[in-house]
Structure formats: C-alpha cells, structure tokens
C-alpha cells in the first residue's frame, strides 16, 4: 500500500458538510514512513426536507457534529472541513495576463460584472491551467474557486462550537485532488486523470496531472434530482425512490462479496500500484429510456462537455482514466450510463481500502469494513495542507 503524505502526523479530524449527510473522520500518521491510520467514523443523514436549505441544513449538522464525534471516540483537536459545492463557486475564466495585481483585478472584474459575484464579500483563490488563442490574441485561461466570506465563516463556527481547532477549509473538487496526490496514485503516469463525485445536491468533475488541476466543474444535478425522476416514474415518494436505488446496490455488493467468499473472480477486484480495489465500470447500451435515465444521460453528456473543453485548452494532453467517487457512485445504472458517454476506462474507488484501520475504529451509522465511495472527500480533507 502507498504511504500517503502528510505534513503533520498529529491525529486530525476531516468533516465533509454533505448535502445527503454529515460525514466525519479521525486519521491520524501518514508522515514519513508511517501509514495513515483511520481511527473513526461516521455520518448522520440530513432530513429530507433540508436537502435544499443550506442554512438550515448547516445548522442542523453544527447540531449534530459534537454527537457524531463523542459517539465515533474522535477526540482530536485539529480539524478540516469542506464547503459544499452547492455553495462554492468553480468557474474557467479568461484573463489578458499580467502580474499578480492586474490579474486579480481582472478577476474581480469579471466576478463582478458577469456572474453577479461581489469579491469583497468572498474567499477568492485562482491559478492558471493554460493558455488560448482567441481573436488573434493569447489568454490565460484560469480556474477560478469563490467561496462566499459568510458561509466559510458559519463552517467554521460549527466546528468551533465542538472546542475544534480549524486549520482548513478546502472546496470538495480540491479536496478529491488531494486524494489522489497524497496515495500517489498515479506517479508516473503522463496522463491527466478525470474525477468524478457523484453527489447527492451536484455531480463535480475534475481533472487534474501531479495534483495539479486543469479543469474543474461543478454539475447541478445529483442523486436527488435521480430519485425526484424515479419517483414520478415509479409513483413512490422521493425517499421510497432512493431505498429501492440503495437496495439495488446492497444486491450488488453481497453478489460481489459472494464471488470472492468463494474463492472465484468477481470481475471487479482490479487493484493499482497503491494496493486499493478500483471496481471498474462497463459502460452500458443506453437501450432503457425513462425519465431517470434521460437525468443520467444530461450528467453524462455535461461530462462529456468538461472533456471537450480540456482538449480546446490543452490540445497536447491526454486523460488515461476516470475514477468515481461519491454516494451515487454505487449507482450501477447511473456509472454505466456515463461510462457509454464519457467512454474512458472508468472504475470506482472505496478510499477506505487507501488506509490502515486501527484495531478498534469508532463507527457511527457505517461499518469502516464496507466500502465508501461517498467518504472520498472526507479523505481528501486529511491530506489537504492547512490553509488558515
């Protein structure tokens, strides 16, 4: 297994503020030699009808947090924490170049004037990921992250409330790229890879070489607006809607687990230079049409337009592979419908295969045994440097 990379081995807290569910973690090593260890886990699901009221929404987990941590045995100090990307902003913009200040100006301007964004009331980081030609002129393309003052802030009093020391607060896309680069999974390899979240509120893309990111995307649509379809298909509520989804996987995973029980190949334990499962994914026909499959196919197809964009910006790259993480990664249906779209070799990730486990894990609401796509970000917050 690959050491992740740490800066600081002390015991840390990574709280990943979901739109589905309050996620929390305790790791601690993972500098020098040492692997990183999982120590707790957990997660609390949100109440269905704070899935679209951010502020609610936080308030109730800033409620539950301190619960979740007492009853997990997480009892680290320092803690990370991910904004939501319902919240954040990612945006591509263009910019003549310059030096640092007329850059930023630039940036500020464009915020401003074509997305409505007022700078002064916001947390704005930016970095270049390529160059374009445009009307005979050459432009800096940059990759924009915007994250509103107020909301950071609130995040912040949530874990302050629990007597937690905050040493970062990072967009869920940044988060995924730490990930990758903390395993050092893909050293090595010259090629970009492509992430993809599949969240409950929004799907993110990101794709990124050496942990740095060329293209980052947020999509507006998720596992809610999946199961608000089936449930009109269907004539079941919303919920009804997702059980029978959860049911469909839990199928899976025991056929799985089966096939390795008894000593046969499951086609679907592949493994990787840092020794963690990568389940890959069969893209499927695209025969079955409904109203969920048509929501399926618009991810996809927003997908598909992420990659089209690189390949404007970076004419000489290539992406070797796409990795899925995410609750709605488990989605079979959903992961097969992109795979056809998308077509690159794609697999799913558990980052709970990526750690060591201690002999006893605090668990709350999870089994640290099974899989976890959805707790990518969560991981990712671990290995992402201290930013405040």
């Keep these: 297994m690959a050491i992740a990379r740490r800066r600081n081995s002390s015991p840390l807290i990574a709280v990943d503020f979901g739109v589905y569910a309050l996620k929390a973690i305790q790791v601690s090593g993972g500098s020098n030699d040492e692997p990183l260890m999982l120590m707790g886990c957990g997660r609390v699901d949100v109440p269905a009808e704070l899935y679209e009221k951010p502020v609610e929404r936080l308030a109730f987990q800033a409620q539950e947090l301190q619960r979740l941590l007492n009853k997990g045995g997480m009892k680290a100090k320092r803690a990370v924490c991910s904004v939501s990307a319902g919240t954040a902003l990612v945006q591509h913009l263009r910019v003549q170049g310059g030096d640092a200040g007329t850059i930023k100006s630039q940036v500020e301007e464009q915020l401003e004037q074509k997305l409505g964004v007022f700078p002064a009331a916001c947390i704005v980081r930016h970095h270049q990921v390529g160059e374009v030609h445009h009307h005979s002129r050459k432009w800096a393309e940059l990759l924009v992250t915007v994250m509103p003052r107020e909301t950071v802030l609130s995040h912040m009093n949530a874990m302050r409330a629990c007597k937690l020391e905050v040493v970062g607060v990072h967009s869920e896309h940044t988060a995924l790229v730490h990930l990758f680069e903390g395993f050092g999974r893909f050293a090595g390899d010259d090629s970009h890879q492509l992430y993809i979240d599949f969240g409950y509120g929004t799907t993110k893309a990101v794709i990124a070489k050496d942990g740095e990111i060329a293209l980052a995307r947020t999509i507006s649509m998720g596992g809610l607006m999946i199961d608000r379809a089936l449930a009109r298909e269907r004539k079941c509520s919303a919920e009804q809607a997702n ?107 558990d980052p709970f295969a990526l750690v060591e486990k201690a002999k006893k894990v605090g668990e709350v609401g999870m089994s640290a045994s099974e899989p976890h796509p959805g707790m990518a970000v969560a991981m990712g917050l671990c290995l992402a440097p201290s930013d405040i």
């Design 243 to 349: 059980l029978q989804r959860k049911r469909a996987y839990i199928t899976h995973l025991v056929a799985r687990q089966s096939a390795v029980a008894a000593g046969g190949h499951s086609g679907s334990d592949a493994h990787d230079s840092c020794g963690g499962p990568l389940e890959p994914v069969l893209g499927t026909s695209g025969g079955a049409t409904g109203e969920r499959h048509d929501v399926m196919d618009a991810i996809g197809e927003e997908i598909w337009m992420c990659l089209r964009h690189f390949g404007a910006v970076r004419e000489d790259a290539r992406i070797g592979r796409a990795v899925l993480v995410g609750g709605d990664s488990r989605d079979r249906e959903l992961a097969g419908r992109v795979a056809r779209l998308v077509d690159i070799p794609m697999q799913v990730l």
